[in-house]
């Protein structure tokens, strides 16, 4: 290990950290909102501790969604994840095997990026520097996630303090997150209206799957465009 | 611990299986694969986008006035603003809907 690397590494996802923060809080107190406990809500920013995907997963818990069918959109929403493992493989081919399995625990959207600007910039992507990095997030967001989820259970009606539209609205700000993506409007206008005709025709929760197949299937379907190169870069979120 | 307990723990473990399996899964098939196929990358890269938008437009519809109208406030500050500034005053305006109007 190499203290200066370490230190480097705090010092880095320091801002990173205080960004995260008020996600944190806002997912423990969801989780509450949605029927789980302190304890439950902790565990999952423990285990699986990717915002977004954790929100969309209490969400649709909430709904009484069937198991796999969360599992599923925890996964769907990870999915980009796939991309950030293959793309740093080429930076951390020298780390362990244990090494690598916490890289890759740790792995979420900023780790992703900074690690990507480090290597671009020259500097050695060390595993103090990345641990240093990760750690400086991580623990935070659980205690965040502790905090959000007492402060969730001393609140009665969560309706009567707006609660309620802090979800959509999150949700809103990831989809406009992607907006310089290829094929944007039309994904999100086709699974914006297979969605929504779900939700009349079918009922919650399959409107979620058959409004993302609407999208994905399109997006497979229109005419591509040539190789752009790289994939584009990814949304900011923890 | 009774048994809906135990299968929300095992659906927090189930989740975080997936999540990891995402975040090892590229390095793995990247060391097999030369090449992906540009329709399978189109259908990937639209994943979340399509993904998410299942779980905001459904609440925009039927989300009643007070719902409806703070998102559409929200999304006006989205467009040039971070997401933390969007949940702020898409929160107050909800709350001024809810208080001062209806």
Redesign the interface.
């Known amino acids: 290990m190499k203290k200066n690397d370490f230190r480097e590494g705090l010092r880095g996802g320091f801002a990173v950290m205080l960004?995260a923060s008020?996600?944190g809080a806002?997912f423990g107190a969801l989780a509450v909102e949605n029927?789980?406990?302190i304890a439950?809500a902790v565990?999952?920013s423990a285990?699986?501790?990717?915002g977004?995907?954790q929100m969309?997963?209490i969400?649709l818990?909430g709904n009484n969604v069937q198991?796999w069918l969360?599992?599923?959109?925890?996964?769907?929403?990870?999915?980009?994840?796939?991309?950030?493992?293959?793309?740093?493989?080429r930076h951390i081919r020298h780390f362990t095997f244990v090494q690598?399995f916490f890289t890759?625990?740790l792995?979420v959207d900023p780790q992703y990026a900074e690690t990507e600007r480090r290597a671009e910039r020259g500097l050695p992507v060390t595993f103090s520097w990345y641990l240093g990095f990760g750690l400086i997030i991580y623990f935070p967001w659980l205690i965040n996630t502790f905090i959000g989820a007492l402060f969730g259970q001393l609140i009665g009606d969560p309706k009567?303090?707006?609660l309620?539209?802090?979800?959509?609205?999150?949700?809103?700000?990831?989809?406009?997150?992607?907006r310089k993506?290829?094929?944007?409007l039309p994904?999100?206008a086709?699974?914006?209206?297979?969605?929504?005709g779900a939700?009349h025709f079918v009922g919650?929760p399959w409107?979620?799957s058959?409004?993302?197949?609407?999208?994905?299937?399109?997006?497979?379907c229109?005419p591509?465009t040539p190789?752009r190169g790289e994939?584009?870069a990814m949304?900011q979120?923890a | 611990m009774d048994a809906q307990h135990l299968n929300l723990i095992y659906l927090i473990i189930a989740a975080a299986v997936a999540t990891f399996a995402t975040r090892v899964g590229g390095y793995v098939l990247i060391t097999q694969f030369k090449h992906i196929p540009p329709r399978l990358e189109a259908a990937l890269n639209a994943v979340p986008a399509a993904v998410l938008t299942t779980l905001v437009a459904p609440a925009f519809i039927y989300g009643g006035f007070d719902v409806g109208a703070s998102m559409l406030v929200a999304f006006a500050i989205g467009m040039r603003f971070s997401t933390l500034r969007m949940l702020l005053v898409g929160w107050a305006a909800v709350m001024v809907i809810r208080h001062l109007v209806l």
Not at chain 1, 190 to 196: D, I, L, T
């Open positions: 960004a008020p996600f806002l029927g789980f406990s439950d565990l999952m285990t699986v501790y990717a977004a995907s969309v997963g969400e818990f198991p969360v599992v599923l959109s925890v996964f769907a929403v990870n999915f980009r994840h796939v991309l950030y493992s293959a793309s740093i493989a690598k890759f625990f792995l009567a303090i707006g309620d539209v802090l979800l959509p609205i999150y949700f809103l700000g990831l989809v406009l997150g992607f993506r290829d094929r944007f994904v999100v086709a699974s914006a209206v297979a969605s929504v939700m919650s409107h979620v058959i409004g993302a197949l609407a999208g994905i299937l399109l997006a497979a229109l591509q190789a994939v584009p949304e979120e």
